[in-house]
Nanobody, 124 residues
């Protein structure tokens, strides 16, 4: 059983920054690609970013390109999401998830384990 625990969310003013962390249990973390998704009130969960197991390939939603950066530290079993130039539209619960097979990065069905989420609120 894999557990993913997000942290780092909070309240920030527009234009500010936050760094989210996702700590994973288990000894196979480095073998899997990881992703971040978000869900705003009344909206569907949407893809934000994904990262290959090695960390060399990154994928981003158009809405966050140039502002968000995904990274990982396989020695710490942790994936990060650095969020800069935050906008009120970024307000959501952010979830990390484990990708099943280095594919289907933008779809919910491409992931098998999910964290409980961390709230990010951006005030205008």
């Amino acid at each position: 059983q894999v557990q993913l625990v997000e942290s780092g969310g909070g309240l920030v003013q527009a234009g500010g920054s936050l760094r989210l962390s996702c700590a994973a249990s288990g000894r196979t973390f480095s073998a899997y690609a990881m992703g971040w998704f978000r869900q705003a009130p009344g909206k569907e969960r949407e893809f934000v970013a994904a990262l290959s197991s090695s960390g060399y390939r990154q994928y981003y939603a158009d809405s966050v390109k140039g502002r968000f950066t995904i990274s990982r530290d396989n020695a710490k079993n942790t994936v990060y999401l650095q969020m800069n130039s935050l906008e009120p539209e970024d307000t959501a619960v952010y979830y990390c998830a484990r990708n099943i097979g280095h594919s289907n990065y933008e779809s919910l069905s491409g992931y098998d384990y999910w964290g409980q989420g961390t709230q990010v609120t951006v005030s205008s």
